[in-house]
């Protein structure tokens, strides 16, 4: 991923590279993360020592410790700072900055994520919660693989993806056969999560991860919850995503099939949705325009119901005949 200081031209375009924010959250980080010398280099290693800010622990923060231990949060040791070499930045979030890295101790290529917004401590810990319930469920999900955390940063590792779909459309084009499959993959991850009563609440094409064999893995669990919990919109993901109840604070299965619609939407579309552009509401001709396929306009229609309960569950739409159908079993890279 290669950095660059200017931003698109025309705010209408497709999409931005994932490190910018369209929506203007955090835009000063950005600014500042752009605009840096030594994060526009493009081979930029960045030495371990420099993410890992790991101060001496005082007495009086030694329950703090023992206590996120417990939860499974253990502080990072002088030993990471050895296994994990070649430090790249290759991205930023709204919650973490993202380095590629050699792991000493796998030999493989791995991803260190360190949290650029620890004040938000909620998101994080739920991360690591859902890591714990939902571990080795990793065929349609991209799961942390460790986690620590120093009173100053989180740090997450997990598997090196070759791309996001996000990512992947600012390049080219997904056929129709390649958008089914990804929203397969996608209710597969979702109905894994629902079987442990958990909903995710930011489905969105950034965190829709594609691995080297082209397999679509849903990622990003800072904002997961348990289903019927109350929610906030501000601790969920971005709000052009978000189901109507979710923005009223309920959490329901069906709520990241909303989610899903949208990104629907945006696959086909190659288009950022904009729900204040169609006067309509989801009916509106210049929004169904896009969908030449009337089965994927039909699925859009009914991800987007504004009734939940009319859009179905993952565990239920997994079985929905076009996915039946589908000829491929993997994204074309």
């Given at each position: 991923?290669q950095?660059?200081q200017?931003?698109?031209?025309q705010?209408?375009?497709?999409?931005?590279?994932?490190?910018i924010?369209?929506?203007?959250k955090?835009?000063?980080l950005r600014?500042?993360l752009?605009?840096s010398?030594?994060?526009n280099?493009?081979y930029y290693?960045?030495?371990?020592?420099?993410i890992?800010r790991?101060p001496p622990?005082?007495?009086?923060?030694?329950t703090h410790?023992?206590k996120?231990?417990?939860?499974?949060i253990?502080?990072?040791?002088d030993?990471?700072e050895?296994?994990?070499?070649?430090?790249k930045?290759?991205?930023?979030g709204?919650?973490?900055?993202?380095?590629?890295?050699?792991d000493n101790?796998?030999h493989?290529?791995?991803?260190v994520?360190?949290?650029?917004?620890t004040?938000h401590?909620?998101?994080y810990k739920?991360?690591?919660?859902?890591?714990?319930?939902l571990?080795n469920?990793?065929?349609y999900?991209?799961l942390?693989?460790?986690m620590?955390y120093?009173?100053i940063?989180?740090y997450?590792?997990?598997p090196?993806?070759?791309?996001?779909?996000?990512?992947?459309?600012?390049s080219?084009e997904?056929?129709?056969?390649?958008?089914?499959?990804?929203?397969?993959?996608?209710?597969m991850?979702?109905?894994?999560m629902?079987i442990y009563?958990?909903?995710?609440l930011d489905?969105k094409?950034?965190?829709?991860?594609?691995?080297k064999?082209?397999?679509?893995?849903?990622?990003?669990?800072?904002?997961s919850?348990k289903v019927?919990?109350?929610?906030?919109?501000?601790e969920c993901?971005?709000g052009?995503?978000?189901?109507?109840?979710?923005?009223q604070g309920?959490?329901l299965f069906?709520?990241?099939?909303y989610s899903?619609?949208?990104?629907?939407?945006?696959m086909?579309?190659?288009?950022?949705f904009?729900p204040?552009?169609?006067?309509?509401?989801?009916?509106d001709k210049?929004?169904?325009?896009?969908f030449?396929?009337?089965?994927?306009?039909?699925?859009?229609?009914?991800?987007?119901?504004?009734v939940?309960?009319?859009?179905g569950t993952?565990?239920?739409?997994?079985?929905?005949s076009i996915?039946?159908?589908?000829?491929?079993?993997?994204i074309?890279?």
């Amino acid at each position: 991923m290669q950095h660059t200081q200017n931003q698109p031209p025309q705010q209408n375009l497709l999409f931005f590279p994932s490190y910018i924010d369209e929506n203007k959250k955090d835009q000063s980080l950005r600014n500042s993360l752009l605009s840096s010398n030594e994060y526009n280099t493009k081979y930029y290693f960045c030495p371990i020592s420099k993410i890992y800010r790991t101060p001496p622990i005082p007495s009086k923060r030694i329950t703090h410790y023992q206590k996120l231990f417990v939860e499974g949060i253990p502080p990072p040791t002088d030993e990471l700072e050895k296994r994990f070499v070649n430090m790249k930045l290759i991205g930023t979030g709204s919650y973490w900055n993202v380095y590629k890295c050699y792991d000493n101790k796998t030999h493989q290529i791995k991803v260190v994520k360190v949290s650029i917004r620890t004040n938000h401590l909620i998101n994080y810990k739920k991360e690591c919660s859902s890591m714990k319930i939902l571990q080795n469920k990793t065929m349609y999900l991209a799961l942390n693989e460790e986690m620590y955390y120093d009173s100053i940063n989180f740090y997450a590792i997990m598997p090196k993806f070759e791309t996001t779909v996000w990512d992947l459309l600012i390049s080219k084009e997904m056929n129709n056969s390649e958008i089914i499959f990804t929203m397969w993959c996608v209710l597969m991850g979702l109905k894994i999560m629902n079987i442990y009563d958990l909903v995710h609440l930011d489905v969105k094409l950034e965190n829709l991860l594609i691995d080297k064999n082209g397999m679509v893995k849903l990622g990003d669990f800072g904002t997961s919850t348990k289903v019927g919990d109350v929610v906030h919109s501000d601790e969920c993901g971005e709000g052009r995503y978000l189901a109507p109840e979710v923005l009223q604070g309920h959490a329901l299965f069906e709520s990241d099939v909303y989610s899903l619609g949208i990104c629907l939407f945006e696959m086909v579309s190659r288009k950022i949705f904009n729900p204040l552009s169609f006067k309509s509401g989801f009916g509106d001709k210049s929004l169904l325009k896009f969908f030449k396929n009337e089965a994927l306009r039909d699925m859009f229609l009914n991800f987007t119901s504004s009734v939940p309960t009319k859009r179905g569950t993952p565990s239920l739409l997994v079985n929905y005949s076009i996915f039946e159908t589908n000829d491929i079993m993997s994204i074309q890279l």
